[in-house]
């Protein structure tokens, strides 16, 4: 069977910064009053990514642009395009003022008027500038289109011939364009007229077909699920050599099954007073440092100067830094395969403490996919485990570790990647006996009024679906902090609802039997 290298799944990817680019339309009819303005429901979609950005994503790039507008403002001077931001990261002066357009405190038609003579091609094109020369070679580039036009070029062919062409050569730099199309009361926005050679539409199916097109505030949603896919920034573990036998090694890479959000770490600032004649006061980083100094002498110490010391029959014994780092080292970092195990053989206490995904490597050594792929379908033809040792590091201990094949998946005509489920198995004097006592003996109606308890508490929602409600209202007090916003109560949906009369009966009950357990 021929095994080709598989395209790593959505959740490899975002290893880099992303430089995003909104593209709003701001013609006559995404300004056409009705009971959801598009141009409003345009900037309410654009204030929310925005503020997911700041959260999540501090080191990405955001731009915005608004073309078929009166007002320009680009390099190029072009008429009809107005660049609301160029390139840099989210700050809140532009939350703020799309905020204000969202919610109609700035009058859009007054500060940036509106026409429909503006030709895409111009637009893709300052598009392009601004990812060529404002951006990182490196960096993940997208750009969002939002407009409720989806034929803006009827009237001419070789306008709509040629912005076709613009939108391929982004392609060409690497920019995937997404377009977020909007729906009027009289006309159902329909992509396939004019944006084919557009890379994502999002569609109430999900595919490119002719019919209504979902709102920005459902694209939204969208983009978070496809982004909670990609962040594995932290679930990433370490790269490391797996050798299979002396002689053949291939690579593998270590990911997290479970990442916890956290509040992001505090840091030090300070005021200064500018050098200038303005005399304003400017919010500079605090760089921590720490110096050594000899007790005896007064003398500062640098790095090279300080030993470590353990005592040893009474008396100090001396190591320097690379001493210590020599004696803490077992071996190089690596992954050596021990042996081969039965599935059955590794009992259930073992499997307790935290494990892993082991996967391909096909960057370190070329061919690793194939290998891997062949010792994951003989372990399951097999059902067996491959017992192995592992340092991540080279001044961490030794960990034996059993690889369990994961069995493919297929879900919707998808097919999951192969990988490994790695746990990390305890010493064997990790494992204590615990002094054996006499415990009372549950009865069967104790047994049964927990039962009921359980039964009736089952939840109904997915647990996945519920938030921090610590994170959460960090985030909301600092954005009501920075944006000048009132601050908005969290509702903590971990807690339980009111419980209903039988479920307070049941848990009477339950109280009730096991009263009788303290009185044996």
Not at 319 to 342: A, C, D, H, S, Y
């Amino acid at each position: 069977m021929d095994i080709t290298t598989p395209t790593p799944p959505s959740d490899f990817q975002r290893k880099n910064n992303e430089s995003t680019l909104f593209v709003v339309d701001c013609s006559l009819p995404m300004l056409e009053q009705t009971n959801n303005t598009p141009i409003l429901e345009a900037f309410r979609f654009l204030e929310r990514m925005l503020v997911y950005k700041a959260h999540n994503h501090i080191n990405d790039n955001i731009s915005v642009l608004l073309y078929n507008t009166k007002a320009k403002q680009n390099d190029t001077d072009d008429e009809g395009i107005f660049i609301l931001q160029p390139f840099e990261a989210v700050n809140p002066a532009i939350i703020k003022k799309v905020d204000a357009l969202a919610k109609g405190d700035i009058n859009f038609e007054e500060m940036y008027g509106s026409i429909d003579s503006t030709s895409l091609t111009k637009v893709f094109w300052v598009c392009s500038n601004l990812f060529a020369s404002k951006t990182q070679s490196l960096d993940m580039r997208r750009l969002f289109l939002i407009t409720n036009q989806d034929d803006p070029h009827m009237k001419d062919s070789l306008l709509k011939e040629a912005a076709c062409s613009q939108i391929k050569e982004l392609g060409k730099i690497g920019v995937e364009t997404v377009l977020c199309g909007l729906d009027t009361p009289y006309h159902a926005f329909n992509p396939n007229i004019f944006y084919k050679p557009f890379d994502t539409f999002f569609s109430k199916t999900g595919d490119v077909v002719e019919g209504s097109y979902e709102s920005p505030r459902t694209t939204f949603d969208r983009v978070l699920k496809q982004d909670a896919q990609q962040r594995t920034s932290n679930r990433f573990l370490f790269t490391l050599p797996f050798t299979l036998t002396p002689g053949l090694t291939v690579g593998v890479t270590g990911l997290k099954l479970v990442m916890a959000e956290c509040r992001p770490s505090l840091e030090h600032a300070t005021y200064t007073q500018s050098e200038d004649t303005t005399h304003t006061q400017l919010l500079q980083p605090v760089e921590t440092s720490i110096a050594y100094k000899c007790a005896s002498t007064g003398r500062f110490l640098t790095s090279e100067d300080i030993m470590k010391s353990y005592e040893y029959g009474g008396e100090k014994v001396l190591f320097t830094k690379q001493e210590l780092i020599q004696l803490r080292t077992f071996r190089q970092p690596g992954m050596v395969v021990l042996g081969f195990k039965p599935q059955t053989s590794l009992q259930w206490h073992c499997t307790v403490g935290s494990s892993f995904i082991i996967a391909p490597d096909e960057s370190a050594y070329i061919g690793s996919t194939r290998l891997l792929h062949s010792l994951h379908t003989t372990l399951l033809k097999m059902n067996r485990i491959a017992i192995c040792s592992m340092v991540i590091a080279g001044r961490l201990t030794p960990r034996i570790v059993a690889l369990i094949p994961q069995p493919e998946l297929s879900v919707h005509s998808m097919v999951s990647p192969f990988v490994f489920s790695a746990t990390v198995l305890p010493y064997a004097d990790d494992i204590r006996a615990l002094p054996v006592q006499s415990t009372p003996k549950v009865t069967l109606d104790q047994i049964q009024a927990a039962k009921a308890i359980i039964q009736s508490h089952t939840p109904r929602q997915d647990p996945f679906q519920h938030t921090n409600p610590e994170i959460q209202r960090y985030r909301a007090m600092l954005e009501a902090y920075v944006l000048d916003r009132e601050y908005e109560q969290i509702i903590d949906s971990t807690l339980p609802d009111v419980l209903e009369t039988s479920v307070r009966d049941l848990i009477t009950e339950f109280k009730t039997e096991t009263e009788l357990i303290k009185r044996v």
